[in-house]
């Protein structure tokens, strides 16, 4: 067994996190009257590792994993799993892959010694590789015919010139086809190892088993690998508004989407104010854009506005679905909505309404073993894992000052990228 | 493995009680977390009440439900609920109409009492109507961009003709651009109703303060005089066909359907098993024979969703276009087996190790527990229906099962969405 080189726990944290002596970092939560355990494993190993001819190996690295292990058959894992009344499955995205597992708590040291296996061994046998290829590019022709998806995808390429974030997670079908195996095995042996992975473990496993099943289980990781570095370049700043336009036939109703680049994980309390933003700006019936867009002028079928969180440069996104002719007048309302929370503070109201709606999300987003785990391993990962419990506080914090000098600086009506779909 | 803080839902923490004026209570006091989930069906309403020239109204009733009540405009109703953090829906569905909210306990009470108003006196205001009604339509377009939902309503259509599963809930541009205020006050004079009304609540909260916050809301609310009556629905009759429809698109949908059982049928878990041994899961017979041995698909499934009258079973993948004969006939012949070959008894058994986890880890939260306890009440099930769909599960066999799909799933209907 792995000596405990560090054993953090931190007053308000509920789960409790371990350094493994091989680098590898638990977290475990213990809920006693929880007859499940959840076990999420994130792997810093997401399209942003990826060099721009590597791109889409991520993510098919994530598929291949389930091909096995030379102790683990392909598919053998899933039917250890299922069989056991488990679920289990698996996410990439720019900044991780990472692994999920949900099963009777009596079931975990039957079904997680696979996991670890193959995550930490993946074969990625010759064969599969060509055979799974196919399945990666079904996946990506299925989502060349979601219009949403084709819309994002164009926002962010336009947004961002050179971060990997510009590019689809999936790939390109050109240089999917020009990857190997041997690259593969090689991005594997690179990242997949322990200082770039998390374990998490929520729900009925007392912290000793929890402790000695990671040990066991996470010990020996392949052999590391150098494959080609990516060296990410900060990205520079807008100086004016980039325009994209894309005609696809059919297409039942047009969209406009609004981007913004914002600071990454490690500036929470500016992500939190631009959290707040979007609700203020588009979440709920009371907000600015859907009250006046929606509701009032009834110049949009929907609207939303979405901070999504990013380990080295967030991003703001304002989506909205509409008929073509009234594309200019909306871009114009939000640009003007933008300028007054620029120029005029927010009223106290609104802003405890902002901060109900997030208080309240986060208490209804932890219910469960499985929600825990996923907001640890993914604060671990893009930033650190007790960065999570300051969310409550941060919020009660923030001050309407504060939240207008965050959209001062990062929300500017002239300094956006934006995408129009309209009908061919 | 239900919830985190109860081993098993048993009656101590399950209250159901009948109201003197005809609403069903289910109460689960959970302690795990600091909410209060709630669910209110009624459940003669949804598209199965509906004729087809208004098709859709149930939907529309939803948008527009939210928008108005005797005290309070939309706008009022959203400040109301947005500070204090809640979050209230209303849904239409096939067999019944749903209304939903969600607190952290304290205001539960105070959330409660304004979805009371919503539901006993909303005033569907014109203005709010004419918007929600020109929404709908858009979204009934819309439909149209995702080949997925093309392919499902050319089958729906299929199998069920005239029948109310037939159309989406959304109704057609047609339907639902005839609806007026009339309409929807005469639908909620006719479904809105203490008899029709299923409560459920689930979360930080004891069965005395439920029952008596639902009383001060519910209590003076009287049963009508009339006797609440439905349309009668046309008899189905499965005869398979085949429709193209041809779309500029990357991929083909190709969709297999059958005409299942109903709920309170015994095939029904049979039914219910067989489409878990197909279709769900990394380890299921469709995803590893069609995908993970052949690439032909990412997104390949089955799905038989619970409902009063017939549901359909389908089987679906998304495929290259040159590879859409070959999906045709292997999910073809992935059913066909089961009415030749029966499944072994370990087949049998992941089987239902599969459909019994994952139904226990489908009850995690509070909204899940309100749900299902009330959906079960609202198909006239019974709570008991937990515990009898687990047993009836596990009593399947292999012999049932061949019986089953000889006597469903022999020949598909087909609905293909494919590029030219």
């Known amino acids: 067994m792995q000596q405990i080189s560090q054993h953090l726990k931190s007053a308000d944290l509920p789960a409790t996190v371990f350094n493994l002596s091989n680098g590898l970092t638990l ?48 598919g053998e894992f899933d039917w250890v799993v299922e069989n056991r009344g488990g679920i289990a499955n698996a996410a990439t995205s720019h900044d991780y892959a990472h692994f999920y597992l949900t099963t009777a708590a009596n079931h975990l040291r039957e079904t997680l010694p696979y996991l670890a296996d193959i995550l930490l061994h993946a074969t990625i046998p010759d064969d599969e590789f060509i055979r799974e290829r196919d399945v990666v590019l079904e996946e990506i022709r299925s989502s060349y015919d979601d219009p949403d998806w084709l819309a994002f995808q164009s926002l962010c ?65 392949s052999v590391p690998s150098e494959c080609p570095p990516n060296i990410v370049n900060a990205e520079p700043p807008l100086i004016g508004i980039r325009r994209e336009e894309l005609h696809l036939s059919r297409l039942e109703h047009g969209r406009l989407l609004m981007g913004w680049v914002c600071p990454g994980a490690e500036h929470l309390p500016t992500a939190i ?48 679905w509409l008929e073509e002719k009234n594309m200019d007048t909306v871009e114009k309302a939000v640009c003007d909505r933008l300028y007054q929370l620029q120029t005029t503070p927010i009223t106290e109201t609104e802003l405890n309404r902002a901060k109900k709606l997030l208080l309240n999300d986060y208490i209804f987003s932890t219910e469960t073993p499985g ?31 504060e939240l207008q000098r965050i959209a001062n600086l990062y929300l500017s009506p002239e300094r956006y990228a934006t995408v129009r779909l309209k009908p061919n | 493995m239900t919830t985190r803080s109860n081993q098993k839902l048993t009656p101590q923490n399950l209250h159901r009680t009948i109201l003197p004026n005809g609403i069903t209570l289910l109460v689960v006091e959970n302690q795990a977390a600091d909410l209060v989930a709630c669910r209110c069906f009624l459940k003669l309403a949804g598209s199965r009440v509906e004729s087809s020239e208004q098709a859709g109204i149930s939907n529309l009733v939803a948008s527009v439900i939210t928008k108005g009540t005797r005290n309070l405009s939309a706008l009022e109703i959203a400040e109301t609920v947005e500070s204090i953090g809640a979050s209230v829906g209303a849904d239409a569905s096939s067999d019944y109409f749903l209304l939903s909210l969600k607190t952290i306990s304290q205001d539960f009470g105070e959330i409660l009492k304004l979805l009371g108003e919503m539901i006993r006196f909303p005033t569907f205001p014109a203005s709010e109507i004419d918007l929600e009604q020109k929404l709908a339509i858009q979204s ?3 439909q149209q961009e995702q080949p997925f939902n093309v392919a499902f309503g050319q089958l729906r259509e299929m199998i069920y003709q005239d029948h109310p599963y037939g159309i989406s809930v959304l109704g057609t541009e047609a339907s639902v651009g005839s609806l007026t205020q009339e309409d929807i006050l005469n639908y909620h004079q006719s479904y809105f109703r203490p008899d029709n009304l299923i409560i459920s609540i689930s979360g930080r909260i004891t069965t005395e303060t439920a029952t008596s916050l639902v009383g001060e809301v519910f209590g003076d609310w009287q049963i009508p005089n009339n006797i609440l009556t439905v349309q009668s629905l046309p008899e189905l009759n499965s005869i398979p066909t085949e429709k193209v429809i041809i779309q500029d698109t990357q991929q083909s949908i190709v969709m297999l359907g059958y005409l299942g059982a ?74 066909q087996r089961l009415t030749k070959e029966k ?58 099962i061949l019986e089953v799909a000889n006597h469903y799933l022999a020949n598909p209907y087909i609905s293909i969405v494919k590029p030219e």
């Open chain 1, 371 to 401: 929600q825990l785990a996923g907001i640890y391993g993914y604060y671990n990962t893009i930033s650190n894992v007790g960065q999570c419990l300051l969310y409550p506080q941060l919020i009660n914090n923030i001050s309407r000052t």
């Open chain 2, 262 to 335: 109903e709920v309170k049928s015994l095939d029904y878990p049979v039914l219910k098993l067989i489409s878990t041994y197909l279709g769900n899961g990394l380890s299921s017979r469709l995803f590893v024979e069609l995908r993970e041995k052949r690439g032909l698909a990412y997104d390949i499934s089955a799905f038989y969703p619970t409902r009063l009258q017939a549901a359909p079973f389908i089987t679906y993948m998304g495929t290259a276009p040159e590879n859409t004969e070959i999906a045709i006939a292997g999910l073809k012949e992935e059913v």
């Open chain 2, 343 to 400: 499944l072994s008894d370990s087949e049998l058994k992941g089987a239902k190790n599969k459909i019994l986890g994952q139904y226990a880890l489908g009850k995690q939260t509070n909204s899940e527990i309100a749900q299902i306890f009330g959906w079960y009440e609202s198909l006239g099930l019974g709570i008991e229906f937990d515990s009898c769909f687990q047993n009836a599960i596990s009593g399947v066999t292999s012999e049932m």
């Open chain 1, 273 to 320: 104010g631009l959290d707040l933003l979007s609700v203020i700006l588009a979440g709920g019936r009371c907000s600015r854009l859907i009250q006046e867009l929606r509701e009032e002028k009834q110049l949009v079928l929907d609207i939303c506005s979405d901070f999504s969180l990013q380990k080295d440069s967030s991003l703001f996104t304002i989506n909205v």
């Open chain 1, 157 to 221: 390429q336009t947004l961002y010139n050179s971060h990997p974030y510009k590019r689809s997670i999936l790939g390109e079908v050109d240089l999917l086809m020009n990857h190997t195996p041997n690259m593969m095995r090689c991005f594997h042996r690179t990242h997949y190892q322990p200082e770039n992975t998390t374990v998490v473990l929520v729900g009925g496993i007392e912290q000793e088993s929890a402790l000695s099943l990671v040990n066991d289980v996470f010990g020996e990781f």
């Open chain 1, 27 to 74: 977290i475990h939560q213990y809920l006693p009257a929880t007859p499940v355990v959840v076990s999420d494993i994130w792997v810093k190993a997401g399209a942003s590792a990826e060099t721009d001819s590597w791109s889409g190996m991520a993510h098919f690295l994530e598929h291949m994993i389930f091909k096995g292990s030379p102790k683990v058959g392909v």
């Open chain 2, 140 to 142: 009934i377009r819309s």
